[in-house]
T-cell receptor, first 111, second 114 residues
Framework: GENVEQHPSTLSVQEGDSAVIKCTYS??????FPWYKQELGKRPQLIID?????GEKKDQRIAVTLNKTAKHFSLHITETQPEDSAVYFC??????????FGTGTRLTIIP | NAGVTQTPKFQVLKTGQSMTLQCAQD?????MYWYRQDPGMGLRLIYY???????DKGEVPNGYNVSRLNKREFSLRLESAAPSQTSVYFC?????????????FGEGSRLTVL
C-alpha cells in the first residue's frame, strides 16, 4: 500500500518568514495530493490540493509543488502569520481511493 | 447543513467494556471513513466504506468493527476496549465519485480506556 513520509515533525519560523513542509510517497500510481490544516482541538480541514497533471498550485500565501519523478510534494507558506500556527498533514491517494496521511508537522509562528 | 456529526465527543471506558461511536453526514456523500489520531502518528485509517453496502479494512482495523447503516450513517464499534485504543477518533466523508474530492471531518471523539 501507499506510504507517506512527512518532514519536519516540528517547525518554528519567525512571523513574516516562509515555511516549507515536505512529503514523499511510495505509490507511483497516486495522483491526488491534498494538504490539511488542524488547529489545536479542531478537526482537520483541507487548505489546498494538487493533482498529478500539474506541477504547482497557488492560493494566496500558500502553494504546493509536485515532483512526480522524485515522488515528493511540498507545501510552501509565505509571509507567515500567527494564525498559521497549526499541525499540517499531507496525504496521497489514487483518485477516489482512500487517503494515506503523513505523520504531521507542528508549525509554530514566533511573533 | 451540519456536515459530519459524530457522537459522543468524550468517553471514558474501562478495559473490556464495549461502545459504539456514531457518525452521520448530510452531504449525500458516498464514501465514509473512520480514522484514529495519536501523537506523532498522524491520522491512521481504521475502516472505510467506499459506498453504501460495502466496508473495508484500513491500516489499523484490529479490535474494531463497523457498520454502514445507510448512506448517511457509519458507526464504529469497540467490542472489548483496551488501553491501546485510547485515542481521538475522527469520522470523515467524501463525495467518492467524479474524481478526487475533499475529505470532510467530524469534530472528533476523544476516547480514554482505563
Amino acid at each position: 500500500g501507499e506510504n507517506v513520509e512527512q518532514h519536519p515533525s516540528t517547525l518554528s519560523v519567525q512571523e513574516g518568514d516562509s515555511a516549507v513542509i515536505k512529503c514523499t510517497y511510495s505509490d507511483s500510481a497516486s495522483n491526488y495530493f491534498p494538504w490539511y490544516k488542524q488547529e489545536l482541538g479542531k478537526r482537520p480541514q483541507l487548505i489546498i490540493d494538487i493533482r498529478s497533471n500539474v506541477g504547482e498550485k497557488k492560493d494566496q500565501r500558500i502553494a504546493v509543488t509536485l515532483n512526480k519523478t522524485a515522488k515528493h510534494f511540498s507545501l510552501h507558506i509565505t509571509e507567515t502569520q500567527p494564525e498559521d500556527s497549526a499541525v499540517y498533514f499531507c496525504a496521497a491517494a489514487r483518485g477516489n481511493e482512500k487517503l494515506t496521511f503523513g505523520t504531521g508537522t507542528r508549525l509554530t509562528i514566533i511573533p | 447543513n451540519a456536515g459530519v456529526t459524530q457522537t459522543p465527543k468524550f468517553q471514558v471506558l474501562k478495559t473490556g467494556q464495549s461502545m459504539t461511536l456514531q457518525c452521520a453526514q448530510d452531504m449525500n456523500h458516498n464514501s465514509m471513513y473512520w480514522y484514529r489520531q495519536d501523537p506523532g502518528m498522524g491520522l491512521r485509517l481504521i475502516y472505510y466504506s467506499a459506498s453504501e453496502g460495502t466496508t473495508d479494512k484500513g491500516e489499523v482495523p484490529n479490535g474494531y468493527n463497523v457498520s454502514r447503516l445507510n448512506k448517511r450513517e457509519f458507526s464504529l464499534r469497540l467490542e472489548s476496549a483496551a488501553p491501546s485504543q485510547t485515542s481521538v477518533y475522527f469520522c470523515a466523508s467524501r463525495r467518492g465519485t467524479g474524481g478526487p474530492g475533499e475529505l470532510f471531518f467530524g469534530e472528533g471523539s476523544r476516547l480514554t480506556v482505563l
